[in-house]
């Protein structure tokens, strides 16, 4: 026998929003980030800035994967200049994280 649980619609899409915003601190795929990554991802200049880092990338070792340059990367990280959805599409790509683990809080 299995237990059922009854919501209201807005309960259940309250749940759902819930489960889709810890996906993304969690950069997706199953990552899962401790508070302490999750502080370091609040303080980051922005989220590009956390993964590069956390992937161990330079931002010229990532302009470089990506097919941009240094300038450009550090202009996004900082907010100074946006991106085009291709350019985040190949971070996110290079990152190993979705486009919106990229631009969550931005």
Same mark, same amino acid.
């Given at each position: 026998?299995?237990?059922?649980?009854?919501?209201?619609?807005?309960?259940?899409?309250d749940?759902?929003?819930?489960?889709?915003?810890?996906e993304?601190?969690a950069?997706?795929?199953?990552e899962?980030? $401790?508070?302490?990554?999750?502080?370091?991802?609040?303080? /980051?200049?922005?989220?590009?800035?956390?993964?590069?880092?956390?992937?161990?990338?330079?931002? /010229?070792?990532?302009a470089?994967?990506?097919? $941009?340059?240094?300038?450009?990367?550090?202009?996004?990280?900082?907010?100074?200049?946006?991106?085009?959805?291709?350019v985040?599409?190949?971070?996110?790509?290079?990152?190993?994280?979705?486009?919106?683990?990229?631009?969550?809080?931005?």
């Amino acid at each position: 026998m299995t237990d059922t649980i009854t919501l209201s619609r807005s309960e259940y899409e309250d749940l759902i929003n819930a489960r889709a915003r810890v996906e993304v601190l969690a950069g997706g795929a199953g990552e899962m980030l $401790t508070n302490a990554d999750l502080e370091e991802l609040r303080a /980051a200049p922005s989220p590009i800035a956390f993964w590069r880092k956390r992937r161990g990338y330079t931002q /010229a070792e990532l302009a470089a994967e990506v097919g $941009t340059t240094q300038p450009f990367i550090s202009q996004i990280e900082h907010g100074t200049r946006g991106g085009n959805v291709h350019v985040y599409v190949r971070l996110a790509k290079v990152l190993r994280v979705r486009v919106e683990d990229l631009v969550l809080g931005m």
